[in-house]
């Protein structure tokens, strides 16, 4: 029993072909918003590279710019096909087409929904990401005179700045490593000597800050050093005055803003989808309404169309059925390909 079945006249098919050519190019459109979204993103993490450990954070917007272009491509076909079935001469060369066309489309329709889902749940991935590059871009932060690390600096302090952000967890990250260049630290003193022996790998860690970590709404001068020395400064404490430096990670703030605009994209998908879906179920009607005109010389007739010729675990029983025929015609043609060569090896 076909499942959803509606009744046709030339009337009502002809708007249906009409409405469904103007859903599919409204559907370009929103194909061009989706691969712009995702060339938007990929620019955005293009532009923090260097604070990213690997590119699986690119995942998300190469599958954006994927599927924008491939909605672009099949809603333009489907858009011409809808053209075409109002006139059944220009239709005809289109029905042997239609079946796998459909079926593409639902597949199209089930990798979008996968994408969408992506936006959404690829966070934990991204934040792993984050971790560890802004862990190494911190250690390479002093490298501004070696090759490939000499914008580190830059980068970092841009990044701190207009995130308003300080470390990778927070400003007492920076405690752990070195980002003071040797090439501007006096070894003649007694300090720096005392400093450097006083760790087992001989780095020079001090309880400070690079400036762009400093808060521009604090009261106060910005206080970069010696910061858990409350004695090193008049009326201070370092437990009440924090409102001097940044006190959110860098990591977080990044994960936040990137998190922020990978939900909406993933709203856009889906609302993408759910448009896809609904052009997919007209097509399917188009197609078994102009298939079942009982007498295709009165065009005036009326005919049935559905989305199910059967009930939905018939239709999945014979999909599977047709599935180990296919796995078995390819098993019978590999056996005959072996028996063939036997000979020519005796």
Known sequence: MAVLKVKFDQKKRVKLAQGL??????????GIVLFSLGLFLKIELRRRSEVMD??????????????????????SLAGKICYDALDPAKYDKWKPW???????CVLFNVILFLVALCCFLLRGSLESTLAYGLKNGMKYYRDTDTPGRCFMKKTIDMLQIEFKCCGNNGFRDWFE?????????????????????????GRYLVDGVPFSCCNPSSPRPC?????????????YDHQTEELNLWLRGCRAALLTYYSSLMNSM?????LVWLFEVSITAGLRYLHTALENVPNPEDPECESEGWLLEKSVSDTWKAFLESFKKLGK????????????QAPEAG
């Open 21 to 30: 050519w103007l859903m599919n190019w409204l559907s370009v459109l929103a």
């Open 98 to 104: 239609l079946k796998p066309y459909l079926a593409v």
């Open 54 to 75: 690997n590119n699986e954070s690119h995942f998300v917007p190469n599958s954006l710019i994927v599927v924008g272009l491939l909605s672009c491509v099949f809603n």
């Open 223 to 235: 206080i970069q050093y010696q910061l858990t020395n409350n004695s090193a400064h008049y009326s």
């Open 329 to 340: 015609g390819n098993q019978v043609e590999a056996e005959g390909a072996d028996a063939g």
């Open 177 to 201: 490593i070195q980002w003071i260049s040797n090439r501007y630290l006096d070894f003649s003193s007694k300090e720096v000597k005392d400093r450097i022996k006083s760790n087992v790998d």
């Open 266 to 270: 993933g709203v856009a998908t889906l």
